[in-house]
């Protein structure tokens, strides 16, 4: 399966899909990374790897169709089956999404529906919750909304502060983001009814 990945920061969950791949955890190739910014780290992360990389800057296009636009011609130009959204931060909209229906994942770093959008790990802080976690799920036009793939727990400790608490959440973020998308390479993943996401058993 190949994969486009799409990011606006420091690419710590496309190293962790990168590592996957190389140890043979996961059957896939990134076929492209895409940045939205020219700052992107996860550019230079990438430079001196094999992995084509493309900064397309939101900046540069009137419109943000024309941005997704370019966005959707890149990807399938190295043809993408997958599109995985790795620190992406802005909200497609459906004209992307269609172009893509069923095909965009997106990791979260709180357990969904609690704490979508930005800051989620500080807004679970100030919630005074004490459990968080991470969720990979399927993109809709909502924030955050999408059907959940998968999902893992870590405690919120005492003494946590935001760095602490998304530094224990990242952790488990690049154990389960790889595993989430070597499910959708070995077709295991189905929605049943509106957004019940069936895992498959190994055949
Ligand atoms: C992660 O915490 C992810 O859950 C959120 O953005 C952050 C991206 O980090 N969507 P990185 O760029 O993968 O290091």
Redesign the pocket.
Known sequence: TVIGVL??????????IVDAINAGRLDAKIGVVIGDNPEA??LKRMAGSDIPTVCIDRRQFATKQEFEAAIAEELNLHHVELVV?????RILSRYFIDRFAGKIM????SLLPAFPGED??KQALQYGAKISG?TVHFIDEGMDTGPIILQEAVPVLEDDTTETL?DR??HV??IL?PRAIALYCERRLTIEGRRRVRILNEE
């Open positions: 990011a606006s920061g420091r690419g710590s969950n496309l190293q962790a780290n996860v959204l790795a620190g992406f931060m997106n990791i979260h770093p989620a790990q991470c998304a959440i990242l973020e690049h983001y």
